[in-house]
């Protein structure tokens, strides 16, 4: 396939990329500044004349507390950004993976989200995301939104840095105990997204590392996997953190749709350990 990828220098997206090649496929890279999404001309122009099969729609504007003081920022990117991905890829006639987010679901729930629950965004991170979704499920015909949570990757400076870094300098740490979701391992999504593309079987998604973790449960799994287990780890409350964005407490999303067609991710256990054994400066972003 001859596959478009937005933010293929992110952390899923060079995963993606890797992966997708590997497996013979050809990769447009449409990243800015000559695809900027926020450009609904060039990005249009670019997904119908560069004769795709796909797109994958992983760039996003990911900061979510910015996302309080930028609001028009967040809303152009993961909301008219989107809007002009979708508009693009049904006057090509492709299907579009958009990759979304668990922080659309409010985390009242209690129990992990299927496909099937009703979303309700808090914050303006996560109501643009939500945004995004919308354009994708009106304008497309053909489409699959994939939902997943807490990515980390060769690439980037996720939880799973900054919290080694942390450990390092105090040589102790206080870790939210009551923000539950997965951490997801971008090497296992992009080997879904690719599994996921090969289906046909278009719709919504959540595609996550099996299992999930609190952010203290998440923290003293890595320390134990670092051998960092002197370290002392302090539970604490997400009411004891002021932050811009609202914080979903309980947000593990339930990989029921993928699983029936096959397409299940191990668990994030396994997955944080191959990839702590893969790396060498565990604190040092990719």
Known sequence: MRIGI?????????????????AGHVLVHLNRPE?????????????????????????????VDGAEQAPEAAYGVNGLGTRNVAIACERAGIPLIYISTN?????????????????????????????????????LSRFYIVRTSWLYGKEGDSFVH???????????????????ATPTYVEDLAEALLKLADTGLYGWYNLVNEGECS????????????????????????????????????STLKNFVGA?????????????ADYLASIQNVGTPG
């Open 6 to 22: 937005t933010g293929s220098r992110g952390t899923l997206g060079r995963a993606f990329t890797r992966q997708a090649e590997a």
């Open 35 to 63: 695809h900027d999404l926020t450009n609904p001309k060039a990005v249009i122009t670019a997904i119908t004349t560069s004769g795709l099969d796909l797109v994958v729609h992983s760039a996003a504007y990911t900061n």
């Open 103 to 139: 922080m659309v679901f409010d985390g009242a729930k209690g129990s992990p989200y299927t496909e099937y629950d009703a979303p309700c965004p808090k914050g303006v991170y996560a109501t643009s995301k939500r945004a995004g979704e919308m354009y994708v499920e009106h304008l």
């Open 162 to 180: 900054k919290i080694v870094r942390a450990a390092d300098s105090r040589g102790s740490l206080g870790v939210v105990a009551d923000e539950i």
């Open 215 to 250: 952010r203290y449960e998440y923290a003293q799994e890595i320390m134990r996997l670092t051998d960092r287990e002197h370290v002392t780890i302090t539970p604490t409350s997400l009411a004891d953190y002021v932050r811009p964005a609202p914080t979903p407490p309980y």
């Open 260 to 272: 029936q067609a096959g397409i299940v991710l191990r668990s994030w256990q396994e997955s944080l």
